[in-house]
């Protein structure tokens, strides 16, 4: 298929993107990568009357730390955070779940604040997002804002930004040493979204482990914490930290995967990353 007509406009600024945004039938979307959003043009999901291109804008790429905290600018790609020092050092969860996203050819296009801004909920970074107590920065026609991941995701593909505002970085505390991570997912084939991820991250002295942020992806409308799960692994017991997925996650069938399906294999996926996250040093 081919998509519905559209006008396309570039956009010079993020002041001008939040101009150009402004369309009074409110039919406008932004385009960073694509990668998402051209397949659901093809397919007619997506129907805007207008495209505004930020690759023009200056200032949204980049990978910098500062004062402890990794700030990635939105338009920076997928293959820059996979390749980067930076973020192997500090970032060490992103490093796991980057190679994980699509494929090369994906990678090379796709941008950060493209993925975290669309938020499918069967998506890696978003969970990764969730997972690492993740910033939002948002710039909007009422100025700029922070907003914490825990409060960015709110429903299926919906997020706390409006219909003018551009997500233009992600910022992440530094990795210590008492950084712990772990990573792990279950898809049909390397590329496809996963029917179960999980992302996971926290502080670790010894075996025992602190702060401990599980963010589940493939088995709700958004990224999910597991904060029964969170608490019971923190305390040092696996096992009930799997029996407290249950009332943790709701998953629903589909193609993938049926309900019980998903919640074997969110236990599956626990007691992996649990191991990881014992083992691991920054």
Request: charged fraction near 25%.
């Amino acid at each position: 298929m081919k998509p519905a007509p559209f006008a396309y406009a570039r956009a010079k600024s993020v002041e001008h993107a939040i101009e150009l945004l402004a369309r009074p039938d409110g039919e406008a979307r932004l385009l960073a990568g694509g990668q998402s959003l051209i397949a659901t043009l093809n397919m007619r999901l997506s129907a805007p009357k207008l495209l505004v291109d930020l690759n023009g804008v200056g200032g949204l790429s980049g990978i910098a730390v500062k004062n402890g905290m990794v700030e990635i600018g939105a338009l920076t790609r997928h293959v820059e955070a996979e390749r980067s020092p930076d973020i192997a050092k500090h970032v060490p969860l992103m490093a796991l779940a980057m190679p994980h996203i699509g494929h090369a050819a994906i990678r090379n296009r796709g941008t950060l604040g493209g993925s975290i801004a669309f938020a499918d909920p069967a998506a890696e970074l978003p969970a990764c997002a969730l997972a690492l107590g993740a910033e939002l920065d948002i710039a909007g026609p009422e100025g700029k804002r922070s907003v914490k991941a825990d409060d960015f995701f709110q429903g299926l593909f919906e997020t706390a930004l409006g219909p003018q505002d551009v997500l233009t970085a992600i910022r992440i505390p530094a990795a210590t040493a008492e950084t712990r991570t772990g990573f792990a997912e279950l898809a049909r084939r390397h590329g496809d979204y996963a029917m179960v991820g999980l992302a996971a991250n926290g502080k670790g002295s010894g075996e025992k482990l602190s702060d401990v942020r599980l963010a589940y992806f493939g088995v709700g409308s958004t990224p999910v914490r597991a904060k029964q799960a969170e608490t019971a692994l923190a305390g040092g017991d696996v096992d009930a930290a799997v029996k407290a997925l249950a009332g943790d996650l709701d998953p629903h069938d589909d193609v993938q995967a049926t309900a019980a399906t998903k919640k074997h294999l969110a236990g599956v996926l626990l007691r992996r990353v649990a191991r990881q996250l014992r083992e691991t040093r920054p």
